[in-house]
Every structure is written in structure tokens, then in C-alpha cells.
């Protein structure tokens, strides 16, 4: 009969051998454990698998480190909801930008953006760029080519959220008269 390790020594001998029994044992523990508790936050199954695989792998490749301060179901329970929150937040800019092409596909005018990439193509993007104030151009800078939230944009700026939305908006609105 083989004795049960502790959780910490399982982790210890992952962390400092790569022991891969050790490995196997805290997957067995923990793996279903984990992926129930998941699938309570998230319905899709697939997007589940992968956070539990990804958590188990984080914790294989060293890059998430057992500290031994609480249990080790928390420790890890920690990792894979970071995850899922980062998988929810993929499958949520994916699913809006679909749903943007989509309705691009199907609208009989031209966005600003589309206005822009065709301005390009005639020479006249640089002159209507020129012609806007520094404030706009740096919004544009931050939100279209750095894909900046308004969040990450209005600290870059150190201006409110509020007020990266109203520039963006008054850029896109010169943009589009001076591309028409």
C-alpha cells in the first residue's frame, strides 16, 4: 500500500523535480473538483476543458507558485478563475467583433473606419488627419491603432472615460465629413 502525499508535498516535489506521479496524483484530486466548480460559472463545456487544462499546466510549468499560505483547492481555484474570466473575456471581443462585421456587411453606408481605409487607398487620409486637433488625433492614436479600451486610453491620456468617448466621437464625425 502506497502512502498518500500532502497536497504541499505533491506541489513541492512538482516545483522543485518536475515529478510527474506527483503531478498526476494532484491532477486526479483536484481536476474534477475544479471543472465542476467551473462549469457552475460557465455552461460552455469546451472553454471549461481548456481553463482546467490551462490552470493544471500553469501550475506544471512552475509559472503559478504554490506560496503554502491556505488550501491548495483555493490556491488553485484562484488560477482557474483568472483564466475563465480571461476566456469569457476573448470569446466576448471575438463574438462583438462578428457581430460588428456583420452588421458592416449589411449597412448601406460606410463607417468612418471604412471611410479611413478607403481614404488611404486615394491619398487624402493624411490631410484629414492633419486637419484634426491634437486632442482627437491622440484618442485615434490610442483607441483605433493602439486598440486601447476607453479605460486603458483615458489613463494613457489622463483624461476621464467620458471625455476619450466625446473626442472619439467628434474624430470620427470630422473624419467622415472630410472623407465624403
Known amino acids: ?3 498518500t502525499r500532502s497536497d504541499g508535498d505533491l506541489l513541492r516535489a512538482i516545483a522543485a523535480d518536475g515529478d510527474r506521479r506527483a503531478f498526476e496524483e494532484l491532477y486526479r484530486r483536484y481536476a474534477p473538483w475544479l471543472t465542476a ?7 460552455d463545456a469546451g472553454v471549461v476543458d481548456d481553463v482546467v487544462q ?8 512552475g509559472s503559478a507558485r504554490y506560496r503554502e499560505e491556505g488550501d491548495v483547492a483555493g490556491w488553485l481555484w484562484r488560477i482557474g478563475s483568472r ?5 469569457l473575456r476573448g470569446d466576448g471581443a471575438r463574438g462583438r467583433l462578428r457581430q460588428a ?11 468612418a473606419e471604412e471611410r479611413v481605409l478607403a481614404g488611404v487607398e486615394h491619398g487624402d487620409l493624411a490631410g484629414a488627419l492633419v486637419r484634426l486637433s491634437p486632442e482627437l488625433r491622440a484618442v485615434l492614436q490610442a483607441t483605433v491603432i493602439d486598440g486601447l479600451t476607453t479605460r486603458e486610453a483615458a489613463v494613457l491620456l489622463g483624461i476621464p472615460p467620458g471625455t476619450v468617448k466625446t473626442r472619439a466621437l467628434r474624430a470620427r464625425k470630422q473624419l467622415r465629413e472630410a472623407l465624403a
Open 83 to 87: 483564466r475563465l474570466i480571461d476566456a
Open 1 to 3: 500500500m502506497s502512502e
Open 101 to 111: 462585421l456583420a452588421r458592416l456587411r449589411h449597412r448601406d453606408e460606410a463607417s
Open 37 to 43: 466548480r467551473m462549469r457552475g460559472r460557465c455552461a
Open 54 to 61: 490551462e490552470t493544471f499546466l500553469a501550475v506544471w510549468r
